[in-house]
Nanobody, 128 residues
Framework: QVRLLESGGGLVQDGASLRLTCATSGLIVSISVMGWYRQIPGKERELVATIDRAGTTKYSESLEDRFTISRDYAENMVSLQMNRLKPEDTAVYYC??????????????????????WGQGTLVNVSA
């Protein structure tokens, strides 16, 4: 079993900064892509940013001047630094990971791959 757990969301004022962090659990061998998506109320889930094993990043064009994604490869964590937040950034932010390879059990060399894994989401609420 593998899980993603987001933290760092909350209520902030227009112009503030927040840092979201996503931790993983499980007997992880490797993760191909990690990233963040968000769902604004009344809208579909959308890409915020992703980062792959080589460190290549991909951003939503409208966010890349204010948001920065980073990854801790040793700890299998991903973070999102959000600066100059706006009320329109209010959304549930979801951690995402693709192609997670894990051991099936402690001491067992057999592996298993998980595709398209999502966290439960963390709410970011930016007040005007």
């Amino acid at each position: 079993q593998v899980r993603l757990l987001e933290s760092g969301g909350g209520l902030v004022q227009d112009g503030a900064s927040l840092r979201l962090t996503c931790a993983t659990s499980g007997l992880i061998v490797s993760i191909s892509v990690m990233g963040w998506y968000r769902q604004i109320p009344g809208k579909e889930r959308e890409l915020v940013a992703t980062i792959d094993r080589a460190g290549t990043t991909k951003y939503s064009e409208s966010l890349e001047d204010r948001f920065t994604i980073s990854r801790d490869y040793a700890e299998n964590m991903v973070s999102l630094q959000m600066n100059r937040l706006k009320p329109e950034d209010t959304a549930v932010y979801y951690c995402y990971a693709d192609e997670i390879t894990t051991y099936t059990a402690p001491g067992n060399w057999a592996r298993r791959k998980y595709i398209d894994v999502w966290g439960q989401g963390t709410l970011v609420n930016v007040s005007a």
